[in-house]
């Protein structure tokens, strides 16, 4: 029997800004175990509304109490998992999602984002509607809530030192894809002993790309499934749902990013399949989609979808 446990949003259970292999686990949970994590928005002080009625007395905490080295991010745990060693796969089953608050934000950060261009900061800050699913914009539209972490992560290497939130890695992290929702099962390469998965960067929507820097910035609480799995192979970030398997890339490059993704899909497919390489990477060309993740995290991403029923 799997057990549950809850990691509350508050300061002493979470980082600002990096992943370090040293940090001491928060909890320590059974292979299968679930757990809750919940964390805040990304940003500091600038980030938040001019009412402080709307800031909760934990993230108040949070910014008080933290300090912010590398990233802009808070992400909570670790969370270490029984038997979980340096070259299995962490599963994660993503199986909840809620929001903590009813605001999010998105601004417009000058030098940052796909156009730099755009060098005035402007920041909106949308009302969340829970009940409803959707948040109100500021020039009267509406759009429909679909909530994600940007962020969710097996630890980096320990030779790796202490690295920012900002750039995903082979460990996961800032990926910022919104496939990663309820119903989609992730798979991370495990580099420390006990996988130590956090998870952060709440998203109330974001388009492909997050163009601009940010999505719907917001406070999620989130209930993942951890499961250690020493028959699987990754050496990086992949995901599946019931009806597609989701193959990811990263990389400075753009173009290096989607050969990436093409790359690791026709790897699965051939695993999952009697394809040839050659067979799988055509499939990918005739039915694979092909899309950008983001292209704003220094480290951009790019993912395939491709689905299950395309496979023999």
């Known amino acids: 029997m799997s057990t549950h446990h809850v990691v509350p949003p508050e300061p002493e259970m979470m980082v600002w800004g990096y992943f370090d292999a040293t940090l001491e686990p928060v909890l320590k949970v059974k292979s299968g175990d679930t ?10 002080e600038e980030c938040l509304p001019s009412d402080p009625a709307l800031i909760h007395p934990l993230h108040r905490r949070a910014l008080d109490e933290l300090k912010n080295e590398r990233g802009a991010h808070f992400v909570t745990g670790p969370v270490a998992v029984e038997g979980a060693m340096p070259g299995d796969v ?21 030098l940052l984002g796909t156009l730099p261009e755009f060098d005035t900061p402007m920041t909106i800050r949308p009302h969340i509607d829970r009940q409803r699913g959707f948040c109100s914009l500021p020039w009267g539209k509406e759009l429909k809530l679909d909530p994600f972490f940007g962020i969710i992560a097996t630890s980096p290497p320990k030779h790796w030192g202490r690295v920012a939130t900002t750039q ?17 099962t992730l798979y991370l ?39 250690v799995r020493k028959d699987l192979s990754f050496d990086a970030p992949f995901a599946e749902n019931e009806t597609h398997l989701i193959s990811i890339g990263l990389n400075e490059d753009l173009d290096d990013a989607a ?46 979808m491709m689905a299950k029923s395309h496979l023999p």
């Not at 995903?168 to 989609?184: H, S």
């Not at 050659?278 to 395939?304: F, I, N, P, W």
């Open 168 to 184: 995903p890695r082979a460990f996961g992290g800032n990926m910022d894809n919104k496939e990663l929702r309820p119903g989609t």
């Open 90 to 110: 962490l599963q994660v089953d993503i199986l909840d999602h809620q929001f903590l608050i009813d605001w999010g934000f998105t601004s417009i950060i000058p």
């Open 189 to 227: 390469p495990v580099f420390v002993e006990g996988a130590n998965f956090m998870a952060g960067d709440g998203h109330g929507v974001q388009g492909d790309g997050e163009v601009c820097i940010t999505a719907l910035e917001t406070a999620l609480s989130g209930t993942f499934r951890l499961t």
């Open 259 to 304: 050969a990436d993704a093409v790359r690791r899909m026709v790897k699965e497919i051939t695993k999952r399949s009697k394809l040839s390489p050659e067979e799988a990477y055509m499939l990918c060309s005739l039915a694979g989609d092909l899309r950008v993740t983001q292209t704003v995290d220094q480290v951009k991403g790019c993912h395939m």
């Open 35 to 44: 757990v809750t994590v919940s964390s805040w928005p990304a940003g500091g």
